[in-house]
């Protein structure tokens, strides 16, 4: 699977942005999605997930009731919807893709990568 993610920008507090990340292949179904970045100087955090058939999501505790993971399988394309953001959601965020049913929060879960999109939010 190839991921290719897109959306990234700079945006103002309180502004909203939403993240594509189209997928390759018709294995893309057979994926969970993740969400994850990386601000400079930190590690890489888990931000979002949801499973094959958009039956369950989990969300990291920082971006719950702002943050909305979402997939299209049909486009091959998962989504993440980011409303009222935050100077501290300024990070290069990444689309991934886990082989594994369950949610996994750690990078390692994961078999497939984007390249990264860069998000930026000013106070």
């Known amino acids: 699977v190839q991921l290719q993610a897109s959306g990234g920008g700079l945006v103002q507090a309180g502004d909203s942005l939403r993240l594509s990340c189209a997928g390759s292949?018709?294995?893309?179904?057979?994926?969970?999605m993740g969400w994850f970045r990386q601000a400079p100087g930190k590690e890489r955090e888990f931000v979002a997930w949801?499973?094959?058939?958009?039956?369950?999501?989990q969300y990291q505790d920082s971006v719950k009731g702002r943050f909305t993971i979402a997939r299209d399988n049909a486009k091959s394309t998962v989504y993440l919807q980011m409303n009222s953001l935050k100077p501290e959601d300024t990070a290069v965020y990444y689309c991934a893709a886990s082989p594994f049913y369950q949610v996994k929060t750690e990078p390692r879960g994961y078999d497939y990568w984007g390249q990264g999109t860069q998000v930026t939010v000013s106070s």
């Open positions: 949801i499973s094959y058939r958009d039956r369950s999501k």
């Open positions: 292949g018709r294995t893309f179904i057979s994926y969970s």
